[in-house]
């Protein structure tokens, strides 16, 4: 069954140092997706991706963070500077076109120290 | 404000019990769609179930039903004969075409199933 993956499992990195998180999407998915989960609390929305450009961000979304889709089968989310506050749990998903279900990747836990 | 409220913030049941899970949603779109998603401890979302707000119809699937309300803005869970490895946090989302159909996750309802 196709699925979304997600690179590395658990990463550790040390404040201000730069992170790229990467993604796989489910091969024909059209729009993309990064989550972030806080520890012990709700998903929310970073950024969304479709037709190679950000169609939607939230206010987490500022100016440290970057989605990229290099070569077409990956979808990376860049943070520049890394904060301790960005200790979290990231989701990739992905969807088809029309409105259906996102398909989560299993996260990427990010640890900044 | 919340666009969804889990309101149960941890809940405990005996293995055999039945259990719902609340969920509120709160929208001005005519088309919009919901979801539950599971989170075991492993930490992955895993995707349970999507309803249109076209689509009042109930639904079962298996141990598993859903019971959607546009008139009180619900759409609850309800696990029937819980078992041990029901434990997990169980998110409710809301996604609304008009914002780009983005998820809006509720803050999740921790169940744990005593055996």
């Known amino acids: 069954e196709p699925e979304v993956t997600q690179t590395p499992s658990h990463q550790v990195t040390q404040m201000g140092q730069e992170v790229i998180l990467r993604c796989v999407p489910i091969s024909n998915h059209l729009y993309f997706y990064w989550y972030r989960q806080i520890l012990g609390q709700k998903v929310e929305f970073l950024v969304s991706?479709?037709?190679?450009?950000?169609?939607?961000k939230s206010e987490i979304f500022d100016d440290q963070f970057s989605v990229e889709r290099p070569d077409g089968s990956n979808f990376t989310l860049k943070i520049r500077s890394t904060k301790l506050e960005d200790s979290a749990m990231y989701f990739c998903?992905?969807?088809?076109?029309?409105?259906?279900?996102?398909?989560f990747g299993q996260g990427t836990r990010l640890t900044v120290v | 404000a919340q666009k969804v409220t889990q309101a149960q913030t941890e809940i405990s049941v005996v293995e055999k019990e039945d259990v719902t899970l609340d969920c509120v949603y709160e929208?001005?779109?005519?088309?919009?769609?919901l979801f539950w998603y599971k989170q075991p401890p492993s930490g992955e979302l895993v995707f349970l179930i999507r309803?249109?707000?076209?689509?009042?119809q109930n639904e079962i699937s298996g141990r598993y039903s859903w019971n959607f309300q546009k008139s009180t803005s619900s759409f609850n869970f309800t696990i029937t004969a819980s078992q041990v490895v029901d434990s997990a946090v169980y998110f409710c989302a809301l996604s609304e075409p008009n914002t780009g159909n983005q998820f809006y996750f509720g803050t999740g309802t921790s169940l744990t199933v005593i055996p």
């Open positions: 991706f479709y037709n190679n450009e950000i169609s939607e």
């Open positions: 929208t001005r779109d005519t088309t919009y769609y």
């Open positions: 998903a992905s969807r088809v076109e029309g409105y259906t279900e996102a398909f």
């Open positions: 309803r249109n707000s076209f689509d009042e």
